[in-house]
């Protein structure tokens, strides 16, 4: 039999995030196809996957397509020539394998914000604070849930992990001009903007010595070959990335509209999420849940509200649970 050591979590505890929406559905009934889910900052509408090579599901992923993909990241995001990139099954993924790229010490994450880095830097044995002098840093840039921007000023540590999940909806703020920076690492999330969460893409961007370690834990054919060609085809396709950009825009002031009409105030947030304040907002997530809509809650705060953009179709609905 397979013994496993004392200190082995089979069972680690659930971290706060998005989703959820199974425990709604056992509480508020229906099923999934009845229910939208407004609970996280995805993208609706997502980019419309190109037709793929028949290879691209039944060979290893090539060094071509992977090519392409970095290249049409380094255009995308204007990459300085002296920094690396490094593709990856998900920023989740980057973000469990960077507390182990340096040694172990201290690691400032201001917050509020959402709990990957804190969680992955503590199951690293680094010592987790808010703020004060520290050996690493990770600022969430623009943040979850409150949208706040930083600016180079605040990266203060000697190394800084800057998370741009959500910085596609405002590359005027990207810190990408300085990548090349020693010490710095920028992520970037494939499943907010472009909505294919379930692509698990995401890119490491910064400090040469930096992606040359993460890439050795990460190993080789990381990505796989859908993603590889889904992925360069979205980076390259700047008209549907300016025509959603626009759209989010509409979209977030439209939802502003419904939700201060009901009585909420906005707190922040960006254009593909949006956080309120609200008297309760336990009653409120309740409320919408009565009519299958699902929204964000946190539980350092009794008032702060947190909805993601409706799909086209769904717009009905939500206005008619806040009537």
Same mark, same amino acid.
């Given at each position: 039999?397979?013994?496993?050591?004392?200190?082995?979590?089979?069972?680690?505890?659930?971290?706060?995030?998005?989703?959820?929406?199974? %425990?709604?559905?056992?509480?508020?009934?229906?099923?999934?196809?009845?229910?939208?889910?407004?609970?996280?900052?995805?993208?609706?509408?997502?980019?419309?996957?190109?037709?793929?090579?028949?290879?691209?599901?039944?060979?290893?992923?090539?060094?071509?397509?992977?090519?392409?993909?970095?290249?049409?990241? *380094?255009?995308?995001?204007?990459?300085?020539?002296? %920094?690396?990139?490094?593709?990856?099954?998900?920023?989740?993924?980057?973000?469990?394998?960077?507390?182990?790229?340096?040694?172990?010490?201290?690691?400032?994450?201001?917050?509020?914000?959402?709990?990957?880095?804190?969680?992955? !830097?503590?199951?690293?044995?680094?010592?987790?604070?808010?703020?004060?002098?520290?050996?690493?840093?990770?600022?969430?840039?623009?943040?979850?849930?409150?949208?706040?921007?930083?600016?180079?000023?605040?990266?203060?540590? *000697? !190394?800084?992990?800057?998370?741009?999940?959500?910085?596609?909806?405002?590359?005027?703020?990207?810190?990408?001009?300085?990548?090349?920076?020693?010490?710095?690492?920028?992520?970037?999330?494939?499943?907010?903007?472009?909505?294919?969460?379930?692509?698990?893409?995401?890119?490491?961007?910064?400090?040469?010595?930096?992606?040359?370690?993460?890439?050795?834990?990460?190993?080789?054919?990381?990505?796989?070959?859908?993603?590889?060609?889904?992925?360069?085809?979205?980076?390259?396709?700047?008209?549907?990335?300016?025509?959603?950009?626009?759209?989010?825009?509409?979209?977030?002031?439209?939802?502003?509209?419904?939700?201060?009409?009901?009585?909420? *105030?906005?707190?922040?947030?960006?254009?593909?999420?949006?956080?309120?304040?609200?008297?309760?907002?336990?009653?409120?997530?309740?409320?919408?849940?009565?009519?299958?809509?699902?929204? *964000?809650?946190?539980?350092?705060?009794?008032?702060?509200?947190?909805?993601?953009?409706?799909?086209?179709?769904?717009?009905?609905?939500?206005?008619?649970?806040?009537?």
């Amino acid at each position: 039999m397979c013994q496993t050591g004392r200190n082995v979590k089979l069972n680690p505890p659930q971290r706060d995030h998005g989703g959820g929406l199974d %425990a709604a559905i056992a509480v508020h009934g229906g099923t999934r196809a009845d229910w939208v889910d407004l609970s996280t900052g995805i993208n609706p509408e997502p980019y419309p996957a190109p037709t793929l090579p028949p290879d691209a599901w039944t060979a290893l992923p090539d060094a071509e397509a992977l090519d392409r993909l970095l290249r049409a990241a *380094r255009r995308h995001w204007s990459v300085p020539d002296t %920094a690396a990139v490094l593709a990856a099954p998900g920023a989740s993924l980057i973000i469990a394998q960077v507390p182990h790229l340096w040694p172990v010490g201290r690691v400032s994450i201001p917050g509020p914000t959402y709990n990957e880095h804190a969680a992955a !830097f503590d199951a690293a044995r680094w010592q987790v604070v808010r703020s004060g002098p520290s050996d690493a840093q990770v600022i969430v840039h623009p943040n979850n849930p409150d949208g706040r921007i930083w600016t180079l000023p605040d990266l203060k540590a *000697r !190394f800084c992990i800057v998370d741009e999940s959500f910085c596609d909806v405002l590359p005027g703020a990207t810190m990408m001009p300085a990548a090349s920076r020693g010490g710095l690492l920028i992520l970037k999330s494939f499943g907010k903007f472009w909505g294919l969460a379930g692509l698990r893409l995401g890119f490491a961007i910064g400090d040469t010595q930096l992606i040359a370690l993460l890439a050795e834990r990460i190993g080789p054919w990381a990505v796989s070959g859908p993603a590889l060609h889904i992925g360069a085809a979205a980076l390259e396709d700047a008209d549907w990335n300016a025509r959603t950009r626009a759209r989010l825009v509409r979209d977030a002031t439209r939802l502003d509209g419904l939700m201060t009409r009901a009585g909420a *105030r906005l707190h922040g947030g960006t254009t593909l999420f949006r956080l309120y304040d609200v008297d309760d907002a336990q009653s409120w997530q309740a409320r919408l849940a009565e009519n299958h809509i699902w929204s *964000r809650v946190f539980p350092y705060s009794t008032r702060w509200l947190r909805l993601g953009l409706p799909p086209a179709g769904a717009w009905p609905r939500l206005e008619a649970a806040l009537g």
